[in-house]
Nanobody, 121 residues
Framework: QVQLVESGGGLVQAGGSLRLSCTAS????????MGWYRQAPGKQRELVAL???????NYADSVKGRFTISRDNAKNTGYLQMSSLKPEDTGVYYC???????????????WGRGTQVTVSS
């Protein structure tokens, strides 16, 4: 079994910065892609950023140039550096990861429970 735990959320003023972390624990052989998603009140969950095991990244248009996704494979941890935050960035941020628990197993997608980010105007 694998657990993902997010941290780093909080309340910040518009224009400020936050750094989210997502650490995977449990039986892990390797982690393929990792991603960050967010869900604002009354809205559907949306993709924020993705990073492959090789470090290739992809971002939602709304966060390009402001957010940076990264990962530390040795620590099984992913990060989301958020800068120039706007009130519309407010929401619960979730991470996910495609994890192989054994070399002979296919990857399974796991989700964290989320961390709240609130940006005040």
């Amino acid at each position: 079994q694998v657990q993902l735990v997010e941290s780093g959320g909080g309340l910040v003023q518009a224009g400020g910065s936050l750094r989210l972390s997502c650490t995977a624990s449990g039986t892990i052989f390797s982690i393929n892609g990792m991603g960050w998603y967010r869900q604002a009140p009354g809205k559907q969950r949306e993709l924020v950023a993705l990073i492959t095991s090789g470090g290739s990244t992809n971002y939602a248009d709304s966060v390009k140039g402001r957010f940076t996704i990264s990962r530390d494979n040795a620590k099984n941890t992913g990060y989301l550096q958020m800068s120039s935050l706007k009130p519309e960035d407010t929401g619960v941020y979730y991470c996910n990861a495609d994890v192989r628990s054994r070399s002979y197993r296919t990857a399974v997608t796991y989700w964290g429970r989320g961390t709240q980010v609130t940006v005040s105007s």
